[in-house]
């Protein structure tokens, strides 16, 4: 498997409308909505700094996941949803991070590299920035990164951290 670029955006607060928004910008919606009998869970992983225990949420539709993580503000966890074919965009994977801190964190990932038509290989570091700059006007983001291979935050204060370990790559990439 390639190596992924991996852009993010965190927005202040979470809402269905601006899940909603990215999700259907991104995905066919419709298409990503059930996973009934696929056995798909929503997965809590232990966290000592907010004092949460490993736990396994069944669920059976996207909005299952959706207004579990609306219903829980304080409880974190990752999605990533879908499959290529159900995207609307050439990118990789789409993610929500629902924070411990009552926030969201939308995530795209795309291939670091890309083969031209004449066999070349170029970085997608561009087309990186181009997401960023749409998750940050879809989703009202206050702050986004991009990252190399590296899972979304669990809070803004991981995130700008985050921002701050992911500062040298991007210069260097600019």
Not at 102 to 115: A, M, V
Not at 123 to 135: G, H, P, T, V
Request: proline content about 3%.
């Amino acid at each position: 498997m390639p190596p992924f670029y991996d852009i993010y955006g965190i927005s202040k607060s979470r809402d269905k409308e601006t899940i909603e928004l990215f999700l259907n910008f991104y995905c066919q919606r419709e298409l990503i909505e059930n996973f009934e009998g696929k056995g798909v869970e929503v997965a809590i992983y232990s966290n000592e700094k907010y004092g949460v225990k490993e736990t396994y949420i069944p669920v059976n539709t996207l909005s299952e996941v959706i207004d579990y993580g609306l219903s829980h503000p304080n409880l974190g966890f990752a999605f990533y949803i879908g499959t290529k074919s159900n995207y609307k965009k050439d990118i990789d994977g789409v993610i929500l991070k629902f924070t411990f801190d009552d926030k969201i964190i939308f995530g795209i990932s795309i291939e670091e590299n890309s083969l031209t038509d004449e066999g070349q290989l170029i970085d997608n570091y561009d087309k990186a920035l181009e997401i960023q700059k749409e998750i940050q006007e879809l989703t009202n983001s206050t702050k986004t990164c991009i990252q190399f291979e590296y899972a979304p935050a669990d809070d803004e204060e991981e995130f700008d951290s985050d921002i701050k370990h992911w500062q040298i790559m991007n210069e260097s990439k600019r």
